[in-house]
């Protein structure tokens, strides 16, 4: 991508596309990304992903006649958007306005932009009132306020006065045949209870048939640590869970989400896994965790907080699980991470996973030391 001379099969899906006369405007953009780490080369070569791509493209240019500046961040998380409707959805004021959050990193400031449009100001507001996070309230939300004008509604509505992960849960299976639309708050969370973990498995084999037909296996090395009721552990291979903790910590580690290829790698490849932070039944954090090719070091490659919950209610139980690992070396990604602790990794210890999924997903391009030979690089406060 960085060199058309030499990536020839790279352009082909794009250039057939276009029929061979590719906008240079377009090129720059998609080469940016692709050399800032923000878009994966494979998908240059994916019809579907450029399809996507061309789309979003000629509807701006149709619409505006240019693309706005906001365009590379909306094409990079085209899996996570409705396409048909970005275009329709865009709103200059609104997307203005939504930049100025602070809390938010550009790719949800673009999203609950175009997802609640004029009304951004009504939500915020909501979640201000309320002391709801709004990043953990925008990073839970599918795309599909986008297709469905009730459940944008409903959502509008609830906006802080109800608790993150339930509007994500209901937002998740509001067109679930059986969901109880238009019931009370309480028979909806009853029905999520009932039906939640089946029916993300179910989707993901749906979309994914190939892959759910056969066992799981995860080769990483675990000694589970427990203190009182909260404990920090590697997920079994074929725990269900495994394609929940995206949505449980309302991040884009999920099916159809922007991160589902870190999800789809960490059930496919056996050098990969999930480690999950619990207090009780509940979930605190969780981490996508993989073994370098190499073996020599165990990467998290990010840890996602649940709703509410702050650095210091793991920090505990990482200290003492990364202390007690097997594995003398343990890397943390920084991408997107609230969790800020460590030693920075210089670019010669950086070291990547042997990829097995089509699709590459990564908060770990910058990195810091848990562990190193053998010496813990965190401390605790006393």
């Known amino acids: 991508m960085r060199n058309k001379k030499g990536s020839g099969n790279d352009w082909f899906v794009l250039q057939s596309l276009f029929n061979h006369n590719v906008p240079f405007e377009l090129i720059h953009i998609l080469d940016n990304l692709i050399k800032e780490n923000k878009m994966d080369t494979a998908k240059i070569t994916d019809v579907e992903t450029m399809k996507k791509v061309k789309k979003l493209y000629k509807q701006f240019i149709s619409r505006f006649s240019r693309v706005p500046k906001v365009f590379p961040i909306i094409i990079s998380a ?168 995206g949505v449980l910590t309302a991040c884009c580690q999920r099916l159809d989400g922007m991160g589902e290829a870190c999800m789809i790698e960490g059930l496919i490849n056996p050098d990969s896994g999930f480690l999950v932070f619990e207090r009780g039944p509940k979930v605190l954090a969780q981490s996508w965790i993989w073994l370098t090719e190499d073996l020599t070091c165990l990467v998290m490659d990010n840890i996602e907080l649940a709703d509410c919950r702050k650095p210091e209610d793991i920090l505990d139980l990482l200290f003492h699980w990364a202390n007690q690992s097997p594995y003398q070396n343990i890397q943390m990604g920084t991408g997107f991470n609230r969790v800020k602790i460590g030693l920075p990794v210089q670019a010669k210890e950086m070291q990547w996973y042997r990829q097995m999924w089509m699709f590459k997903y990564t908060d770990a391009h910058r990195r810091v030391w848990i562990k190193k030979n053998g010496e813990m690089c965190i401390m605790l406060e006393e």
């Not at 085209?78 to 550009?106: G, H, Q, R």
């Not at 306020?145 to 998740?172: C, M, Y």
């Not at 009370?184 to 179910?202: C, G, N």
């Not at 037909?213 to 080769?219: A, E, M, N, S, T």
């Open 78 to 245: 085209t899996e996570a958007l409705n396409t048909d409707l970005v275009v329709s959805n865009f709103n200059v004021k609104s997307m203005k306005y939504a930049l100025t959050i602070k809390e938010l990193d550009p790719q949800y400031q673009v999203f609950i932009s175009l997802a609640f449009g004029t009304q951004i100001y009504d939500v915020e507001a909501k979640l201000r009132k309320h002391g709801k996070d709004l990043y953990n309230f925008v990073g839970g939300l599918p795309a599909i306020p986008f297709q469905d004008e009730a459940l944008k509604q409903w959502i509008v509505r609830h906006a802080g006065a109800t608790d993150n992960l339930a509007i994500h849960s209901v937002a998740r299976l509001w067109s679930h045949p059986n969901f109880p639309r238009g019931k009370s708050l309480a028979e909806m969370k009853a029905y999520i209870l009932d039906h939640r973990a089946v029916t993300e498995w179910e989707l993901a084999k749906r979309k994914y048939p190939e892959i759910f037909i056969r066992p799981f296996k995860c080769r990483i090395q675990d000694n589970p640590y427990k203190n009182e009721n909260e404990q920090v552990r590697i997920l079994d291979a074929n725990d269900e869970r495994q394609i929940m903790l």
